[in-house]
Each structure stands twice: as structure tokens, then as C-alpha cells.
Nanobody, 126 residues
Framework: QVQLVESGGGSVQAGGSLRLSCQASVNTYNTYCMGWWRQAPGKERQGVAFIDSDGRRSYTDSVKGRFTISRDNAKNTVFLQMNGLEPGDTAMYYC????????????????????WGQGTQVAVSS
């Protein structure tokens, strides 16, 4: 069982920045793709950014150029640096882990992801 604990959410004005952190309870290197998802009220959960064990990253189009995902494998921690925040980024943000050989990101279907954190709220005002 993997426990994921997020931190770093909050309320900011448009154009501001936040940095989310996710601490995993196990060593995720070579075993888990790590990702950040978000869900706004009344909307489906959306994959925001993924990173594999080799550091390859992918982003949903709406955050490209503004968000950066990174991971510290030695500390089993994943980060999401969010700059240029927009009201449309308002959502509950979840850290998640996808188990795969080599820790590659093999799915963007949230039903395939194995472990989820409790979420951290991000609110962006205009």
C-alpha cells in the first residue's frame, strides 16, 4: 500500500504561483509513474502533469508553459510548480501513482492509477 500526502494548496490571485508537494510512503523510483490530477466542481477528474522515473514529463495542453512537474527520487517526493495561475485552474489537486515496470507513464486513464492522495485545494481569484 502506498500513501500519498499532498501539501501546498491555497488561495491566490490570478497570475500568482503555488508549489504543490506530494510525499510518498515508499520508494517510487523504477516502480511508479507519478502524476498530478485535478477536479473542479461538476467536472471530471483531469490529468494535469505526469512524470516517469526517468524524468520524462507530459502536460495537459492548458497548463503547458505555466506548470512544471518534478520529482526527487531520493526523497520520494513529487512537486508541481504552478505559475501564471488562472481562475480556470481552481480545483482540488490530487497526487497519484501508477505502478508500472520501470516506472513509465503507461496510462492517462484515471481508472488505471493505483494510489491517490486526499487532495489539496487550489483557488484562483480574478
Amino acid at each position: 500500500q502506498v500513501q500519498l500526502v499532498e501539501s501546498g494548496g491555497g488561495s491566490v490571485q490570478a497570475g500568482g504561483s503555488l508549489r504543490l508537494s506530494c510525499q510518498a510512503s515508499v520508494n517510487t523510483y523504477n516502480t511508479y509513474c507519478m502524476g498530478w490530477w485535478r477536479q473542479a466542481p461538476g467536472k471530471e477528474r483531469q490529468g494535469v502533469a505526469f512524470i516517469d522515473s526517468d524524468g520524462r514529463r507530459s502536460y495537459t495542453d492548458s497548463v503547458k508553459g505555466r506548470f512544471t512537474i518534478s520529482r526527487d527520487n531520493a526523497k520520494n517526493t513529487v512537486f508541481l510548480q504552478m505559475n501564471g495561475l488562472e481562475p480556470g485552474d481552481t480545483a482540488m489537486y490530487y497526487c497519484a501513482a501508477l505502478r508500472s515496470d520501470g516506472g513509465y507513464c503507461t496510462s492517462n486513464n484515471n481508472g488505471d492509477w493505483h494510489y491517490w492522495g486526499q487532495g489539496t485545494q487550489v483557488a484562483v481569484s480574478s
